[in-house]
């Protein structure tokens, strides 16, 4: 295995990241986020956390934060409209992304949205994209419980 043949901006990128460790994921996050200089923030996020992602949203505004919101049913896409086998609303990352496309955030965060989703989420966001909360529905969201 050959090293990484980083950039300039690659390795700079790579200290600012180094300057936010060590604390929790959320603080790290929030340092990450000012250390970089982001100013527009996207939360993609789906339906059935949206608690967290009140919570979520008190903590960024506190920190002075100015972060977009999205749910994952955002565009009213039917189940029916990507298979005849799916019923009711669907989720849609795709158009989440285009939504905080839209919005020119500078920095997206994948939060609690099912892992194919996520993976198409990040497949189509223009902004670098973080995952913050996986979703584990059977584990409250703690994916470590799977390992304990």
Do not use: W
Not at 6 to 25: G, L, P
């Amino acid at each position: 295995m050959e090293k990484g043949n980083y950039t300039a901006e690659d390795k700079e990128f790579m200290c600012i990241t180094s300057k936010a460790c060590n604390k929790s994921r959320l603080a790290e996050l929030i340092s990450f986020i000012k250390l970089n200089g982001y100013r527009k923030i996207g939360v993609a996020y789906c339906f059935s956390v949206k608690a967290f992602a009140e919570k979520l949203k008190e903590f960024f505004a506190a920190e002075g934060i100015d972060a977009v919101f999205v749910n994952c049913k955002v565009s009213g896409l039917m189940g029916c409209e990507l298979s005849p086998e799916l019923s009711g609303a669907s989720c849609d990352p795709k158009s989440q992304a285009q939504y905080l496309n839209a919005e020119q955030t500078d920095f997206n965060i994948n939060f609690g949205l099912c892992l194919g989703h996520g993976i198409l989420f990040q497949k189509y966001s223009v902004a670098p994209v973080t995952t913050l909360l996986v979703k584990d529905a059977c584990h409250k969201h703690n994916i470590m419980e799977n390992f304990v």
